[in-house]
């Protein structure tokens, strides 16, 4: 069978070959002429979790999943205010809770934040994974400088964290876990509750994220300096501790480690985004999906077992990807690219 198999490979290599020499693959200019084949209406974007299968959509079939994924009242509460209101209000915060040495990176002048969604087979094209974009928005910069920043601080301190794995080496470790707590721990059950991690890194409440943000600057000035130069046209990865030459400084902006905490809190209370038109401004709201390892004596015990969060602990603001600590989720809200539905020339399909 191996050998059939081996030599079906060979065939079939052949035949692929001798197609690109005659056929040349998929280039820019091409894609551009097939783009510009397509009604103006209809929206080319990838489906859910499928980043290289483009779908052309109907705009009807589109807009209305848009309306129906944004106006979840469970998820995020529109907001009855104006784009200057929500700029005015963030231009406030900010002046009492950023230090004046980053008021260069926010761009009042640039657009506010802006939600688009992936369209789900699953759900039958009738609903989406929301994205909140913040790429060339008033306050991308601050955020990918912080982002950088804070990656770097996370390796330095925390070398083997969880955030420098990938999906796969995640899991791979959780069933290691799993494994080695019944050959050392027999009389230990664990128990995995919620296996659907959809949402997961969006739904940790903020104050257990603040409370982290805090630990990890504590223990990083604890052994290192204070000052970090970020490269804030550069991807993540390189961060200079310390004071540099002034040829380095040039394309270098300094961010300091104690003020990482208040630019997140700032990004947290006082952002807001848009969705479904350029008029309509939103905060997120709450995600129920949780993932949680629990010792099954101990959840027989508790006859409380595990409830939702109190009103209290809902998320009130928006989503901040930049935040959560997880390099993949940074990089997807700090790339410089548009990576958002091609737009439309209908208002309802503007996206920014």
Known sequence: IVDEFQQFCQRQWQSHTAQVQEHPRLNHKFVKHVISMIPDDFIIHNEDHANAHLMIYCPNVYNQAAVNTWMDKSTFDMLDTTSEEVKNNMKSQAAARIDKRYHKLLRFDKPLPYGYIMMK??????????????????IGNLLKVTAIALQQMLNVTWPHHFGRASSPELWQEIHHLFHNNEQLYPERSLRFLNHDLVGFFNSIPQQDIMRSIHFLTAEFLNNNNHVLLVDPHGKIGTVHSGRSSHSIKVNMTNVHAEHIPSII????DACAFTAIGEDKFWIRRYVDNRAIIVDETELRSNEHHIQKPSPSDRLLTLKNCTMSLDTRTIDSAVDDKYVGPIRSKQPMLTMQ
């Open 121 to 138: 087979r699953k759900k039958k094209w009738q609903k989406g994974r929301t994205i909140i974009a913040y790429a060339n928005t008033c």
């Open 265 to 268: 809190q700032f990004s947290f």
